[in-house]
T-cell receptor, first 113, second 110 residues
Framework: DAGVTQSPTHLIKTRGQQVTLRCSPKSGHDTVSWYQQALGQGPQFIFQ???????QRGNFPDRFSGHQFPNYSSELNVNALLLGDSALYLC????????????FGSGTRLTVV | GENVEQHPSTLSVQEGDSAVIKCTYS??????FPWYKQELGKGPQLIID?????GEKKDQRIAVTLNKTAKHFSLHITETQPEDSAVYFCAARRDDKIIFGKGTRLHILP
């Protein structure tokens, strides 16, 4: 049973560019949450998708947007990249309103130069 | 919104000794408290969790305690081993959103 898979694993982009990160949730999970983890920090909640809709959002600007597809996979898009967007981006999947924690992928390391 | 404070930020213990990490949360409506372990280059992995209707839970060498009144919860690792070296995160969930602490880097000394 595959867990959460994310692609790509590493990415280098130039300031001002746009990036798309992808996530496939664990089998049986219907909810995807995205987190940003800066070096030496805890994961910061970006947003959560369920039934192809953004369900909750953290304190991130509109440059961060997402999408969920009918097969529950998800994308995270970041426009007008800033140097400060360099981080590990984590995708986590879960079952909506369940009493269990999230299952995380290994993340995408984004470096903005 | 929920705020989770975690300390210490770094902890070094002798192999075989116990390690304790403490967290506090702000939102009394939070009802689920997971602990994650993150190794270098990997995503966080759930190691143990506790729900708000339980005061203590144990799984082999790992235990968690929860004091709802004080909004405190703690992770206890006994008989530490080299493979316990990692970053540990506490977290609190409300309404399907999980908020993390800033993490504790645990070093197990030989």
């Amino acid at each position: 049973d595959a867990g959460v898979t994310q692609s790509p694993t590493h990415l280098i982009k130039t300031r001002g560019q746009q990036v798309t990160l992808r996530c496939s949730p664990k089998s049986g999970h219907d909810t995807v949450s995205w987190y940003q983890q800066a070096l030496g920090q805890g994961p910061q909640f970006i947003f959560q998708y369920y039934e192809e809709e953004e369900r909750q959002r953290g304190n991130f600007p509109d440059r961060f947007s997402g999408h969920q597809f009918p097969n529950y996979s998800s994308e995270l898009n970041v426009n007008a990249l800033l140097l400060g967007d360099s981080a590990l981006y984590l995708c986590a999947s879960s079952v909506v309103s369940s009493n269990y924690g999230y299952t995380f992928g290994s993340g995408t390391r984004l470096t903005v130069v | 919104g929920e705020n989770v404070e975690q300390h210490p930020s770094t902890l070094s213990v002798q192999e075989g000794d116990s390690a304790v990490i403490k967290c506090t949360y702000s939102d009394s409506a939070s009802n689920y408290f997971p602990w994650y372990k993150q190794e270098l280059g990997k995503g966080p992995q759930l190691i143990i969790d506790i729900r708000s209707n339980v005061g203590e839970k144990k799984d082999q060498r790992i235990a968690v305690t929860l004091n709802k009144t004080a909004k405190h919860f703690s992770l206890h690792i006994t008989e530490t081993q080299p493979e316990d070296s990692a970053v540990y995160f506490c977290a609190a969930r409300r309404d399907d959103k999980i908020i993390f602490g800033k993490g504790t880097r645990l070093h197990i000394l030989p």
